[in-house]
């Protein structure tokens, strides 16, 4: 797909990978439209980017998450392509999780995405794109104390797995990013437990620039 020119909605910019995603996207001349939680990361970035459309949001408010496509194809005219790069991780044993951490994890994990996604289905352009961001796949992913993680990624796969179907006849790429570890810090502010020593994490800049390329082919 054509960037330049492209009206693109970001959701989790204020994250390191969202952030510079948003950052590449806007360098190849798309129009961008921000959603991130936290409110001063939000509008340093919006200041940085020329004062696009930035808006907070809280990914447990589901209906909230439905509406961010339609804010923003009524700020950018349109609505080219959305990109959901929102995320955390949960570490513990499956015995040592609550049922509350578990429904909170999946929820900013899997829950979130798919209502940022539910809202702009019917929103996108024909020929657009629909992205999300998972993680390696589940049969690489089974390290110990992170069962419920890698449920909830592996459930947001599958779900786009079957939108890419229904939106086939519109031509809208929908688009599973599969990140491995990454130099972000995302790791080491987990909602519940504390990480395993991790191998260093992959390059985060390199990961948003091909996250962008990947866009550009689609
Ligand atoms: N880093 C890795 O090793 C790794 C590996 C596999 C997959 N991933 C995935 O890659 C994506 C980007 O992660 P990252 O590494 O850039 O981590 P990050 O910097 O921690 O970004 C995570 C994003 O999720 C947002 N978020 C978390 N909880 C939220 C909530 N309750 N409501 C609204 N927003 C919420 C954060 O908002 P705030 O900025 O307000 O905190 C932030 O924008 C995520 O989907 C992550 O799961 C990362």
């Known amino acids: 797909m054509e ?4 009206r693109v909605l970001v959701v989790g910019a204020t994250g390191v990978l969202g952030g510079l995603t948003a950052c ?49 194809a009524r700020m ?4 080219d392509g959305v990109l959901v790069t929102v995320g955390a991780m949960g570490f513990g044993a499956v ?9 909170h994890l999946l929820t900013v994990n899997a829950l979130c995405p798919m209502a ?10 024909d020929k657009g794109f629909l992205l999300a961001v998972t993680g390696t796949p589940p049969e690489q992913s089974h390290i110990e104390g992170t069962a419920d993680y890698t449920a909830s990624k592996a459930a947001l796969s599958g779900w786009l797995g079957v939108l890419s179907e229904e939106l086939a006849p519109r031509s809208v790429s929908v688009l599973d990013f599969r990140v491995p570890h990454l130099d972000t810090g995302c790791a080491d502010r987990p909602l519940i437990g504390r990480p395993p020593a991790l191998p260093p994490g992959a390059d985060a800049l390199k990961t948003a620039l091909s996250l962008v390329e990947g866009i550009a082919s689609a």
């Open 3 to 6: 960037l330049a020119g492209s």
């Open 24 to 72: 590449a996207l806007a360098e190849r001349g798309a129009q961008v439209a921000l959603a991130g939680r936290n409110p001063v990361r939000l509008a340093a970035l919006a200041r940085d980017l020329g004062a696009p459309p930035a808006r907070s949001f809280e990914a447990c408010d589901l209906d909230q998450c439905t509406s961010l496509a339609t804010w923003a």
């Open 76 to 79: 950018l005219s349109g609505l």
């Open 95 to 103: 015995e040592d999780v609550s049922n509350a951490a578990a429904e």
């Open 116 to 125: 940022v996604l539910r809202g702009a289905a019917p929103v996108v352009a």
